[in-house]
């Protein structure tokens, strides 16, 4: 289907809990919503139930069992809050690369971009709804599945650090190959970018369509580029995204849903990341958060950032943690979350004390304040 033939669902069930998305546009909240980034991952023995017999891209090939890990949290926790299962990973994969979860060494692109000349074997024209209508369909099932018990955030990756995977063939300490594309190749380094960005584009006003009611935008890598890279390679496609995906849901007639920046480690960047038309700025645990809010000023709403080794702590300590970073926060234009995604060995009932902790404070700040 191309662009103006998108089958758009109707009638989904009334969304009972809009804290989030309140907090998301900047509207007052009675307490502070909460969910966790990789909330559906392998911190839950339910998770690893489901996904022992199938290959990793199977699953999220899978719109039945991505439903099912997007739900599993939200059965245990009161979480406000769910997030698609997916990765980041399928839009290379659009693209016509090759990605497999190898055991034990995380995902890996058996042929990865080496030369400039590998551009050409890339989709220059990628039709999302064919290549990621699985990942759509997801998203309507999961939307529908969760009843109206709170709202549905879609995602992607950021074109920097989908690059960053496609060139370096999977995890890296440093991105050395990666840079060294953006200083050996910049025209080649944009060229890649832009088609990113514009795929990642089609891909979230897609999800959007299918029923997400707030989408994340990942710049995982971030931190492994200087403030003048930051710059030059990551800053300009994240705006174009915010900017693109807005103007699209506007001609689609689509809701105009709000949009969280996580680009981790990008300390140096927060303040124009507060003015790259996102409603929410996503912070990692190495900022304190009134340095944070005094860079980002007013007019956005914050989201993080506890040190996911924090819930190894016990529980009352949790609860200390999560009362101090309220105070350092704020109560209102804040979502709390941790500032990385949950470790698979985590026990479930810590992540159960941080939500809860959240919750009791925030609405015995709120109502003392």
Same mark, same amino acid.
Request: net charge neutral.
């Given at each position: 289907?191309?662009?103006g033939e998108?089958?758009?669902?109707?009638?989904?069930p009334?969304l009972?809990?809009d804290?989030?998305?309140?907090?998301?546009?900047?509207e007052?909240?009675?307490?502070?919503?909460?969910?966790?980034?990789?909330?559906?991952?392998?911190?839950?023995?339910?998770?690893?139930?489901?996904?022992?017999a199938q290959?990793?891209?199977?699953?999220c090939r899978s719109?039945?069992?991505?439903?099912?890990?997007t739900?599993?949290?939200?059965r245990?926790?009161?979480?406000?809050?769910?997030?698609?299962?997916?990765?980041i990973?399928v839009?290379?994969?659009?693209?016509?690369? &090759?990605?497999?979860?190898v055991?034990?060494?995380?995902?890996?692109?058996?042929?990865?971009?080496?030369?400039?000349?590998d551009?050409?074997?890339?989709?220059?024209?990628?039709?999302?709804?064919?290549?990621?209508?699985?990942?759509f369909?997801?998203?309507?099932l999961?939307?529908?599945?969760?009843?109206?018990?709170?709202?549905?955030?879609?995602?992607?990756?950021?074109?920097?650090t989908?690059?960053?995977y496609?060139?370096?063939?999977?995890?890296?300490?440093?991105m050395?190959k990666a840079?060294?594309?953006?200083?050996?190749h910049?025209?080649a380094?944009?060229?890649?970018?832009r088609?990113?960005?514009d795929?990642?584009? $089609?891909?979230?006003?897609?999800?959007?369509?299918?029923?997400?009611?707030a989408?994340?935008?990942?710049?995982?890598?971030?931190?492994?580029?200087?403030? &003048?890279?930051?710059?030059e390679?990551?800053?300009p496609?994240?705006r174009d995204?915010?900017?693109?995906?807005?103007?699209?849901?506007?001609?689609?007639?689509? %809701?105009?849903?709000?949009?969280?920046?996580?680009?981790k $480690?990008?300390?140096y960047?927060?303040?124009?990341?507060?003015?790259?038309?996102?409603?929410?700025?996503?912070?990692?645990?190495?900022?304190? %958060?009134?340095?944070?809010?005094?860079?980002?000023?007013? $007019?956005?709403t914050?989201?993080?950032?506890? $040190?996911?080794?924090?819930?190894?702590?016990?529980?009352e300590?949790?609860?200390?943690?999560v009362?101090?970073?309220?105070?350092?926060?704020?109560?209102?234009?804040?979502?709390?979350?941790l500032?990385?995604?949950?470790?698979?060995?985590?026990?479930?009932?810590?992540?159960?004390?941080?939500v809860?902790?959240?919750?009791?404070?925030?609405?015995?700040?709120?109502?003392?304040?």
């Open positions: 289907m191309e662009g998108r089958l758009v669902p109707k009638g989904f009334k009972k809990n804290t989030f998305l309140r907090a998301a546009r900047g007052e909240t009675e307490h502070t919503p909460v969910w966790c980034m990789r909330q559906a991952g392998r911190y839950l023995p339910e998770f690893r139930e489901t996904r022992a290959d990793f891209f199977a699953t719109p039945k069992l991505c439903c099912e890990l739900l599993q949290p939200l245990r926790f009161p979480l406000d809050a769910a997030i698609i299962f997916s990765d990973l839009v290379p994969q659009a693209l016509g690369m &090759e990605v497999v979860m055991p034990g060494k995380g995902p890996t692109f058996p042929e990865p971009l080496k030369e400039v000349e551009l050409l074997k890339l989709r220059k024209k990628v039709d999302v709804t064919a290549e990621l209508g699985y990942v369909q997801a998203i309507t999961t939307r529908h599945s969760l009843e109206g018990k709170v709202p549905l955030i879609g995602f992607s990756g950021a074109p920097w989908l690059m960053s496609m060139i370096e063939g999977g995890g890296s300490t440093t050395s840079k060294s594309w953006l200083y050996r910049p025209e380094s944009h060229q890649l970018l088609l990113l960005a795929v990642v584009t $089609d891909y979230l006003v897609g999800q959007v369509a299918a029923g997400a009611q989408l994340q935008l990942f710049e995982s890598h971030a931190g492994h580029l200087g403030p &003048e890279q930051f710059q390679f990551a800053l496609y994240i995204i915010a900017r693109g995906v807005k103007s699209k849901l506007k001609a689609e007639a689509l %809701p105009l849903v709000p949009m969280i920046i996580f680009a $480690d990008a300390h960047a927060l303040g124009d990341l507060a003015q790259a038309g996102y409603e929410v700025v996503g912070l990692d645990w190495t900022i304190r %958060p009134q340095e944070a809010r005094a860079q980002t000023g007013k $007019d956005v914050l989201q993080g950032n506890l $040190d996911p080794c924090a819930l190894y702590a016990p529980k300590k949790i609860g200390e943690l009362k101090k970073m309220l105070e350092g926060f704020g109560t209102q234009r804040y979502i709390a979350n500032g990385h995604g949950l470790y698979p060995d985590m026990n479930p009932e810590h992540v159960g004390a941080f809860e902790a959240v919750h009791a404070h925030s609405h015995h700040i709120n109502k003392h304040s």
